[in-house]
């Protein structure tokens, strides 16, 4: 079936434009949900109106986007688990669990396909999550996965204490072996200045 698309379809076609589609998906979906229209004569005199009316909306679209982008930029959200000692998660946060979250603290719907995440976080931590609001538009999210009836802010700030204790033994470390490496170029020097090279003569 010829239709002539009402708004933009993502990654169908454009406001404005006339396309050939199949007759299920225009007539269970295009037209009932008032995306697209049968292409007859008085609907393709709308083209121009309705091409020029995509453009509009599509750019307050990105501007909206821009301003949510704005307000969830680095806004950080946790997530509590039940979890093993090993900090495995007896189970998984998902996109959607995510989603949910950032739609309850803007007051907008954010759709799961939207945040960037490859596989479920299935161990405790922070994540650092992108959200691809639109083409043109990203915001990345911190997700701070804890044990449930745990504080996660305690739970970070052991984990931070942990990571300097690791870095201040590192740091004895490097700089015992530093230390028994000058050691030894110096014992060796020493040696060397207490040779004495003796050249005999041939009689």
């Given at each position: 079936m010829e239709v002539v698309f009402l708004t933009d379809v993502e990654g169908v076609a454009q406001g404005g434009e006339v396309k050939e589609v199949r007759n299920g998906f225009a007539?269970?979906?295009?037209?009932?949900?008032?995306?697209?229209?049968?292409?007859?004569?008085n609907n393709l005199q709308r083209i121009k109106k309705l091409t020029e009316q995509a453009k509009v909306d599509r750019l307050k679209i990105l501007q909206d986007m821009k301003e949510l982008a704005s307000a969830i930029d680095g806004t950080e959200i946790t997530i509590p688990v039940r979890a093993g000692a090993n900090g495995r998660l007896y189970g998984s946060v998902t996109g959607t669990m995510i989603a949910d979250q950032v739609s309850e603290i803007t007051g907008r719907t954010l759709e799961r396909r939207l945040v960037q995440l490859d596989d479920?976080?299935?161990?405790?931590?922070?994540?650092?999550?992108?959200?691809?609001?639109?083409?043109?538009?990203?915001a990345n999210i911190s997700v701070i996965v804890h044990?449930?009836?745990?504080?996660?802010?305690?739970?970070?700030?052991?984990?931070?204490?942990?990571?300097?204790?690791?870095?201040?033994?590192?740091?004895?470390?490097?700089?015992?072996?530093?230390?028994?490496?000058?050691?030894?170029?110096?014992?060796?020097?020493?040696?060397?200045?207490?040779?004495?090279?003796?050249?005999p003569k041939i009689s």
């Open positions: 007539r269970n979906y295009l037209i009932p949900q008032q995306l697209a229209a049968p292409a007859t004569h479920p976080i299935r161990d405790l931590g922070t994540f650092e999550v992108p959200v691809r609001l639109h083409p043109e538009v990203s044990a449930d009836g745990e504080d996660p802010i305690s739970e970070l700030e052991e984990d931070e204490i942990s990571e300097s204790i690791t870095d201040a033994e590192n740091d004895e470390i490097s700089e015992s072996i530093t230390d028994a490496e000058e050691t030894t170029e110096q014992i060796v020097a020493d040696s060397d200045s207490n040779i004495e090279t003796d050249d």
